[in-house]
């Protein structure tokens, strides 16, 4: 037996609210649930899903502002007509999270533009051949577009920059870059997909990336670092001026 036969992918973990709204939308998709039915209880929830109410309060709060359930005070959350539903809305929560996202680019600019100067100078031929494949991976999934591959065009780009950084030969760069990292995919994947899915597909994205792999490739670090940081700050700036952010 093959050694890639002996294990399986781990699925990433989800938050608790999340893993209860998708519930509740899967039963809603099944038929078992209707618009007009009432929910359950915010007791009654938290005793089948074992979680605490203030789990199942944030997952009927995100429910409601994707439109799925409406909240009617004294009475219960209710399951929405999906003819009356928005395509797109965020929770205050959601805004939180794209405030931080903004300040981890505000810190991953420098770090990324000084990382991608070094990889110009540092990098091998074989860490170069990794960098362009993980970078066509890139084209591969934005084409298909954030219906059908949002989550692997996300992390095609994380690991793009995550192997320029290793590329760059300074520890500290990796491991900066890893704290990054970990803080969007353990705390803040689900607001950083919604910004990727708004406003980081399409050419004109994919060529801020390009720059900066076509820099590295010539072994140019002033290009790099320029590329690297003009790559991020327009990311923080796009997600600064949308509408929907606060």
Request: hydrophobic share 40%; with cysteine; charged share 30%.
């Amino acid at each position: 037996m093959s050694k890639t036969a002996l294990f399986e992918t781990i699925d990433r973990p989800r938050r608790l609210p999340d893993e209860v709204a998708a519930a509740i939308n899967a039963a809603i998709e099944s038929g078992k649930l209707r618009p007009g039915d009432r929910l359950p209880t915010e007791a009654a929830l938290s005793e089948t899903f074992g979680v605490a109410r203030t789990v199942v309060r944030e997952a009927i709060s995100l429910l409601r502002y994707d439109g799925v359930v409406d909240s009617r005070r004294g009475v219960g959350a209710f399951i929405t007509d999906t003819g009356t539903r928005s395509a797109f809305r965020i929770s205050p929560s959601c805004f939180e999270k794209r405030k931080q996202i903004i300040q981890l680019l505000q810190l991953r600019t420098g770090v990324q533009a000084g990382a991608s100067a070094l990889a110009a100078e540092n990098r091998s031929d074989a860490q170069l051949e990794e960098i362009t494949a993980q970078f066509s991976e890139m084209e591969r999934t934005d084409a298909l577009g954030p219906d059908k591959a949002l989550e692997a065009r996300v992390d095609a780009e994380l690991l793009f920059y995550r192997k320029i950084t290793e590329a760059s030969a300074n520890e500290y760069y990796v491991e900066v870059t890893g704290m990054i990292e970990k803080n969007i995919q353990e705390n803040l994947r689900s607001a950083f997909l919604k910004n990727a899915a708004a406003s980081e597909f399409g050419p004109h994205i994919l060529d801020e990336h390009r720059a900066v792999l076509e820099a590295i490739k010539n072994g140019d670090a002033e290009k790099a670092r320029q590329a690297a940081r003009s790559r991020f700050e327009r990311a923080a700036e796009r997600l600064a001026a949308r509408e929907d952010f606060a």
